[in-house]
């Protein structure tokens, strides 16, 4: 199930996810092509994502995740607990 992200929504698009998990099987695709950078209230979206994955047993694959916001994920050490793809 792909998602795409707007950069203006980034939260919200991520709390929607979340939410998406429930009907979810297998993995979930998160398309981070338009996000240039994220920030603490988007980090925060991230570690829920991740928490409710790792509890319904869904791979979070993120796409086109621009090297400013890998590098940020990785700093925060969330970057283990998502797979990439370009």
Same mark, same amino acid.
Request: net charge positive; glycine share 8%; charged share 25%.
């Given at each position: 199930?792909?998602?795409?992200?707007?950069?203006?929504? $980034? +939260?919200? $698009?991520? /709390?929607? @996810?979340?939410?998406?998990?429930?009907?979810? /099987?297998? *993995?979930?695709? $998160?398309? &981070?092509? +338009?996000?240039?950078?994220?920030? @603490?209230?988007?980090?925060?979206?991230? *570690?829920?994502?991740?928490?409710? @994955?790792? *509890?319904?047993?869904?791979?979070?694959?993120?796409?086109?995740?621009?090297?400013?916001?890998? #590098? $940020?994920?990785?700093?925060?050490?969330?970057?283990?607990? &998502?797979?990439? #793809?370009?």
């Amino acid at each position: 199930m792909p998602i795409n992200l707007d950069g203006s929504c $980034v +939260t919200r $698009v991520l /709390e929607k @996810a979340v939410q998406a998990l429930g009907g979810a /099987e297998g *993995e979930i695709a $998160v398309d &981070f092509s +338009t996000v240039h950078r994220i920030d @603490a209230s988007g980090l925060d979206a991230m *570690e829920k994502l991740a928490g409710a @994955a790792d *509890e319904k047993g869904v791979k979070v694959v993120l796409n086109n995740v621009p090297i400013p916001v890998y #590098r $940020v994920l990785k700093l925060v050490k969330l970057a283990p607990r &998502f797979s990439f #793809r370009a």
